[in-house]
């Protein structure tokens, strides 16, 4: 039984903004673009940008005024993100 336990902070740090964690974070950013990609009429602009917070990250944005109405629809970046094995959860505002 595991009763104590310490993160080693700048370990994780470390692990989050490794060059590995960076080329997975993009690979799964680019899989999800690409099932937007499939669910969305052609032709329409699917945009990946990858950035640095606290950690490695990536958005995916459609590029066209009708993508918050696709979003809100027919959940078509929620979908996508599922398909790349993600869990989609609602924001919360941190305490």
């Known amino acids: 039984m595991l009763t104590d336990f310490r993160l080693n902070r700048a370990g994780a740090r470390a692990i989050l903004n490794s060059p590995d964690v960076r080329q997975l974070v993009d690979a799964t950013a680019g899989e999800v673009a690409a099932n937007v990609r499939a669910l969305l009429p052609a032709g329409i602009k699917v945009d990946v940008a990858s950035y640095t917070t606290d950690r490695s ?37 941190s305490r």
């Open 57 to 93: 990250a990536a958005a995916v944005t459609i590029v066209d005024v009708r993508g918050m109405a696709w979003q809100a629809r027919d959940g078509v970046l929620t979908r996508a993100a599922g398909f790349a094995r993600l869990e989609v959860r609602a924001w919360r505002r």
